[in-house]
T-cell receptor
Framework: DTAVSQTPKYLVTQMGNDKSIKCEQN?????MYWYKQDSKKFLKIMFS???????INETVPNRFSPKSPDKAHLNLHINSLELGDSAVYFC????????????FGPGTRLTVL | DAKTTQPTSMDCAEGRAANLPCNHS???????VYWYRQIHSQGPQYIIH???NNETNEMASLIITEDRKSSTLILPHATLRDTAVYYC?????????????FGKGTHLIIQP
């Protein structure tokens, strides 16, 4: 009964490859997010979607393309992976009304070699 | 979102109250104070939030000064499982699908 799940948990790949990270939430929330936590542990918002519509795109390179096939899913596709993309990526969701309580997934640790 | 300032790290003995301070002197009138924590190798977890009044839930209490320029998160009876990085965030309500702006947080270490 995991609320926000991500797959895979670990992803090791070579520079230049294309990879995807999947996120699913079973909370019935309308809003979903992607965050990146770098090696210095800074956690930064990348994207937010509300009802499958892109709301926030925080100066993320266009190699990163989020896709929301339905309200319960927000996947992150990354083209031409670079060393600097190595990080932990967290998906989150929230209900759009009321306060900003966000539920985070367990994270995906991406390592680019 | 207003900037917040927190101590880098704190220690607390198990079973005692842990008091984590946060300064947010530039907070605007419609910004809430949110607290999240991140236990090692896990995703952040919501703890509590408040606007003006003090708040309490099953996890913690939040004390906000009258001028709203600072706040304190209180974990009343800290356990070893409360060891984590605690983030104080000033932000709006979630209606706009706003992302949270995380700072460096306070690394709270509960000592046995």
């Amino acid at each position: 009964d995991t609320a926000v799940s991500q797959t895979p948990k670990y992803l090791v790949t070579q520079m230049g490859n294309d990879k995807s990270i999947k996120c699913e939430q079973n909370l019935g929330h309308d809003t979903m997010y992607w965050y990146k936590q770098d090696s210095k542990k800074f956690l930064k918002i990348m994207f937010s979607y509300n009802n499958k519509e892109l709301i926030i795109n925080e100066t993320v390179p266009n190699r990163f393309s989020p896709k929301s096939p339905d309200k319960a899913h927000l996947n992150l596709h990354i083209n031409s992976l670079e060393l600097g993309d190595s990080a932990v990526y967290f998906c989150a969701s929230s209900h759009p009304s009321g306060f900003n309580e966000q539920f985070f997934g367990p994270g995906t640790r991406l390592t680019v070699l | 979102d207003a900037k917040t300032t927190q101590p880098t790290s704190m220690d607390c003995a198990e079973g005692r109250a842990a008091n984590l301070p946060c300064n947010h002197s530039t907070i605007s009138g419609n910004e809430y104070v949110y607290w999240y924590r991140q236990i090692h190798s896990q995703g952040p977890q919501y703890i509590i939030h408040g606007l003006k009044n003090n708040e309490t839930n099953e996890m913690a209490s939040l004390i906000i000064t009258e001028d709203r320029k600072s706040s304190t998160l209180i974990l009343p009876h800290a356990t070893l499982r409360d060891t984590a990085v605690y983030y104080c965030i000033a932000g709006h309500s979630g209606g706009g699908a706003d992302g949270l702006t995380f700072g460096k947080g306070t690394h709270l270490i509960i000592q046995p």
